[in-house]
């Protein structure tokens, strides 16, 4: 069985859609809010029913200012938010290197348990850190795999580059069950107009990351399940 993790329900979406399009899959699908804690509570049940490759998908911030939006990263290296680095070396990953170095590039992730919200602070953790994006699920996904013993990978696209700034009504945006407080984010807009312009283009490149992830996500589904047949 393969275990997914996504962050939000858009991002979970795009991977059904993805399953749909490949045969014979045994896959679960969990979606975590962004938070890291309950990311890694989701991958920790799939692995006590018998998941063998824990999958962290979804969107991310840029650190590498080279990276722009939709760019897709494949990563089997994450730093935690205290700089410990969890890494995997099975043997699936040298399986699918041929998919990444095709589709993506591999790089090291940095997980947050906080909105990383400014270009300066972008800024602040690539120099100190040297990880290409930042999201807050991958860490919590990667830590249950290493206790658990089981392959981990994370493919990621680039929603907001490095010189980006999230405007203030998308920091509270995403809900615990992972869904968009639309309502909430556009009331917040109305009383601050000038954040629409960057509300927009989050939400064209957010859309661009998702479609990123969609039109690579079955061949690599079907890439990882085709190494786990006995």
Partial sequence: MIGIVCGLKSEAAVVRRACEAVSGLNVRIGVSGARAAAAR???VGFAQDDAKFLLSV???GGLDPSLTPGTLLLSRNILTPNGAAIGSLDHALFHVRPFAEAHGRWSTLLGSDEIVTSPEE???LFAQTGAHAVDMESHGVAEAARD???TFMAIRAIADAADRALPPPALDAVAPDGSTRVLSTLF???RAPKHFPALLKLGRDSDAALG???AVLPDLLQNIAS???P
């Fill in 41 to 43: 509570n989701i991958a």
């Fill in 58 to 60: 979804g969107v991310s």
């Fill in 122 to 124: 972008k800024a602040r």
């Fill in 148 to 150: 658990a013993g089981c």
């Fill in 188 to 190: 917040k807009a109305a």
């Fill in 212 to 214: 990123a992830l969609g």
């Fill in 227 to 229: 190494y786990m047949e």
